[in-house]
């Protein structure tokens, strides 16, 4: 299989994380594509030019970080990621429903940064960073759920990619008055499958 990433995409680095957590390093060819360049060869590979893109072993591709990660997660018939039984799962989607939510709000600020500075909308910019200040403080509640101190699960990958956009966005300071969360995301970045996806910081 050959899976499309950039090095900075936290989507992508949800499913290199799954890849990862489930051993599939052997099986899975990372291949770095060029986004956001008009006239991209990527596009003749994935029209809509995002990444994580997936081209499994029949030639068929996917998209969508949650949609790879669980093919990838079923691929060994021993899923680790599915959702938990009963009642336990809409707190399972709620969670990860919240912390695509906060990256979502990243990303558009991380891709307003890395615009020429005449076309940066300072606007945007507010925007998203009040909205991450709102999301860090409800996280700094949420963290102590049980579903995010267990075993590891897409709710809490997605959320420490989120955190860990801190790399890509210099003024994003979620830190400074959650020290819950510090020492949430502080354990988790050592885990072996987030340590070795870090993204290369802003410059
Ligand atoms: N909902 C998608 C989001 C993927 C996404 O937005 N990827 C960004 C990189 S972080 C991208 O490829 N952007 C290129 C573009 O918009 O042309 C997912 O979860 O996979």
């Not at 695509?100 to 945007?124: F, H, K, Y």
Request: net charge negative; aromatic share 6%; hydrophobic share 40%.
């Amino acid at each position: 299989m050959k899976l499309y990433i950039t090095p900075g995409s936290p989507y992508a680095r949800i499913a290199r994380v799954v890849v990862i957590e489930k051993g599939l390093e052997g099986q899975v060819e990372l291949i770095a594509a060029q986004t956001r360049l008009a006239g991209s060869s990527y596009y003749s590979i994935n029209p809509s030019g995002r990444v994580p893109y997936l081209i499994r072993d029949d030639g068929v591709g996917l998209e969508e970080s949650s949609v790879i990660c669980t093919y990838l997660d079923h691929l060994d018939g021993s899923p680790a990621f599915d959702l938990p039984a009963g009642d336990q799962a809409w707190e399972a989607r709620r969670l990860e429903a919240l912390a695509r939510s906060m990256l979502d709000g990243l990303a558009v600020w991380g891709r307003e940064i890395v615009r020429p500075q005449n076309e940066r909308s300072p606007t945007v910019i507010q925007h998203e960073a009040h909205r991450s200040a709102r999301m860090a403080d409800l996280w700094e509640t949420e963290i102590d759920h049980p579903l995010m101190r267990g075993a590891l699960n897409l709710a809490q990958i997605t959320l420490a990619c989120a955190l860990g956009f801190e790399a890509r966005i210099p003024d994003l300071h979620w830190r400074p008055g959650h020290p819950k969360l510090c020492d949430w995301f502080g354990h988790i970045a050592a885990r072996p499958s987030i340590a070795a996806t870090a993204p290369p910081s802003h410059h």
